[in-house]
């Protein structure tokens, strides 16, 4: 089954102690990408990558890191969580081709990950 | 970079009723507007989109409109259902990006 799976999908945690969310994908896609969820400012768009090793700084990026070390895996790191950084995360996979029915690039998302830092 | 606006935020509707969320983008050079769907809970999944190269796109019983010289597109619902409450996000993708940007959604609400 073709899916986007995140793990953990929920965590609470302390200011200051480093987690990592990862986010993997079987799709084979070349674009995966990190959102935050907060209530009345939508989908923000954390950090995205184009290809492995290839990775872009999206609107909300401090205090966070990625890596693409293969095509499949795209973790997000907090080194240093603090309160603000609560939120739902999604992540988010696509391709660059052009998809059957008519579709475009639709982005796949991941079922989420529930994150609260005290 | 592009900036899509997103309105209403909130709407309230009569099942049976239509209801329109409309958005606005920043970019010419977009050409690509998808709209996604999130029910409670869950995670926002694509359920209509349309290129730039068409003016309109109707798949049961949503549609979406687009208008490039005055860059806003719509999304129409018509004989709305309970099972359609969600929030829905509109999106537009820069012609050299492959990632969209989103408009901060719209909660539909739909009363039986």
């Known amino acids: 089954e073709a899916q986007v799976t995140q793990n953990p999908r929920y965590l609470i945690t302390v200011t200051g102690k480093k987690l990592t969310v990862t986010c993997s994908q079987n799709?084979?896609?070349?674009?995966m990408s990190w959102y935050r969820q907060d209530p009345g400012l939508g989908l923000r768009q954390i950090y995205y990558?184009?290809?492995?090793?290839?990775?872009d700084k999206g609107d909300v990026p401090e205090g966070y890191k990625v890596s693409r070390k293969e095509k499949r895996n795209f973790p997000l790191i907090l080194e240093s969580p603090s309160p603000n950084q609560t939120s739902l995360y999604f992540c988010a996979s696509s391709s660059v081709r052009i998809l059957g029915r008519g579709r475009g690039y639709e982005q796949f998302f991941g079922p989420g990950t529930r994150l609260t830092v005290l | 970079g592009e900036n899509v606006e997103q309105h209403p935020s909130t709407l309230s509707v009569q099942e049976g009723d239509s209801a329109v969320i409309k958005c606005t983008y920043s970019?010419?050079?977009?050409?690509?507007f998808p709209w996604y769907k999130q029910e409670l809970g869950k995670r926002p999944q694509l359920i209509i989109d349309?290129?730039?190269?068409?003016g309109e796109k109707k798949d049961q019983r949503i549609a979406v409109t687009l208008n490039k010289t005055a860059k806003h597109f719509s999304l129409h619902i018509t004989e709305t259902q309970p099972e359609d409450s969600a929030v829905y996000f509109c999106a537009a993708r820069e012609g050299g990006s492959y990632i969209p940007t989103f408009g901060r959604g719209t909660s539909l609400i739909v009363h039986p």
């Open positions: 970019d010419s050079a977009s050409n690509y």
């Open positions: 799709m084979n896609h070349e674009y």
């Open positions: 990558s184009m290809n492995v090793e290839v990775t």
């Open positions: 349309i290129r730039s190269n068409v």
